[in-house]
């Protein structure tokens, strides 16, 4: 008997491991043309199928020409038998390898690379663009990632500094969260859970006096809160509408003033796998600049440099793109108040002034925003800039309210500590 019928009709283990080397082999070379090559589809389909071929023959040739002595496993199987036997390991192969690669292959490779990146302490430029092109890579080929490597990519850019490469991998990531998972059409409801939600998407459109929700109406807001509790408490497995749920009842909670409230909503929505950075950013940096803490101000002022960064939530550019603009104004206006109250005034002034000129002549922030301009003037002592400042404030608005702080300012024009003590005793703007 010759050692190839041996091989082919007795020596079960031969075959087997000689099916393992091949299809590990053909493995690698699946890795080598799709991600240092770039084959993909049916090409790389017939690459890796020859590959492996070719490693399985060689493997056979070099049995047939060993002088080994191997142990023999009784075959007792037919002539027909081991043909579609054969047959049925190399159509096993190609399937792997034309089917898998492109939905399990690619991600587990993703998900591992997506995890050597950002579980770095920070994320350094070069990091942040292999993490930005490996979530690209995901959104141009739909491929699903593992939630807890999204929870980390998420985690990482939130806690980097600010930069141009980590805007781009927090963009990549909003992107992979709009591709892959997008908010469900829930219209006609079909559970309680989507009633409960529309219910209170209604009583929020009634609630918002303008598209970013600064001022809301109490009882239609109150109305919209308890219907989206009610719609999380009912959610069940609906994961993506729960996470909605959250984040817009933690909206509500930042317009109602329950600032605490909204955080521990938000971090419950990131724990359900919420990745829309700039929803995150948007409510977390209003609810911690409204706390006024210290520590709540520092963690704000990165959050926001990223947050200008990137695109506004989809939900404002939805409701009109020209909202893009209000938006920015707002995320400028935290940071110059946060800024303010840490003592930066230079920068407070910068943003104030970088708000201003973008902002619309009369939106809502701008009256704020002037107030926060001259108080940081006056707090560098800086007072003909601070009345000109007035003066172009009330040359842009017209509020008579404006008036008043002309009057303070000329009154105390040699002490500026005195005007801002009479400043800060007025109304909120």
């Known amino acids: 008997m010759s050692r ?10 031969a075959r087997a491991q000689t099916a393992q080397i091949s299809s590990a082999i053909g493995f690698a070379g699946f890795l080598v043309a799709r991600f240092l090559l770039g084959f993909e589809g ?44 054969m047959a049925a390991v190399s159509a096993s192969i190609f399937a792997l390898f034309v089917i898998a690669p492109q939905s399990v292959v690619e991600a587990a490779v993703l998900n591992r690379r997506i995890r050597d990146l950002a579980t770095r302490p920070g994320l350094p430029a070069s990091a942040a663009e292999s993490l930005a092109d490996a979530l690209n890579t995901a959104s141009n080929n739909e491929l699903r990632l593992s939630p807890e490597a999204l929870a980390i990519a998420r985690d990482a850019i939130k806690n980097s500094e600010a930069s141009p490469a980590v805007a781009r991998a927090a963009r990549a990531l909003v992107k992979y969260s709009n591709t ?10 079909k ?9 209170a998407l209604s ?14 109406d109490p009882q239609e807001a109150g109305a919209a809160i308890a219907a989206l509790s009610r719609c999380i408490k009912l959610s069940g497995a609906e994961q993506s509408l729960r996470i909605d749920a959250l984040m817009d009842r933690a909206r509500l909670y930042v317009s109602a003033g ?25 409510i977390e940096t209003s609810a911690l600049v409204s706390r006024r803490q210290p520590k709540d101000l520092q963690t704000a002022i990165p959050l926001l440099t990223l947050g200008l960064q990137i695109s506004p939530p989809a939900w404002i550019l939805a409701a009109d793109p020209r909202m893009e603009v209000i938006y920015r104004t707002e995320l400028f206006h935290r940071r110059a108040y946060a800024k303010l109250l840490l003592g930066d005034l230079p920068g407070a002034a910068s943003d104030s002034r970088a708000a201003l000129d973008a902002a619309p002549r009369l939106a809502e922030p701008v009256n704020s925003l002037f107030h926060c301009l001259i108080s940081a003037y006056l707090g560098m002592g800086r007072v003909d800039e601070a009345q000109a400042a007035a003066n172009e404030w009330m040359a842009r608005t017209g509020d ?10 000329r009154a105390h024009s040699n002490d500026p500590n005195g005007a801002t003590m009479e400043l800060n005793l007025l109304p909120p703007w």
Do not use: M
């Open 4 to 13: 190839l019928d041996r091989f082919l009709d007795q020596d079960d283990a």
């Open 42 to 85: 049916r090409p790389l389909g017939y690459i890796v199928a020859a590959i492996a071929t070719c490693a399985y023959l060689a493997r056979v040739w070099w049995y047939c020409n060993s002088a080994t002595s191997v142990k023999l496993i009784p075959g007792g199987s037919s002539f027909l038998g081991r043909r579609l036997a």
């Open 180 to 189: 892959i998972a997008p908010p469900a059409l829930i219209n006609p409801p």
């Open 191 to 199: 559970t309680e859970a989507q009633r409960a939600y529309l219910e």
């Open 203 to 216: 009583h929020e459109l009634k609630a918002r006096q303008d598209g970013l929700g600064l001022q809301v």
């Open 258 to 282: 329950k600032p605490d409230n909204a955080l521990v909503d938000v971090e419950s929505a990131e724990s359900e796998g919420a990745l829309d950075l700039s929803s995150i950013i948007s």
């Open 400 to 409: 008579v309210r404006v008036q008043r702080v002309q009057a303070i300012l």
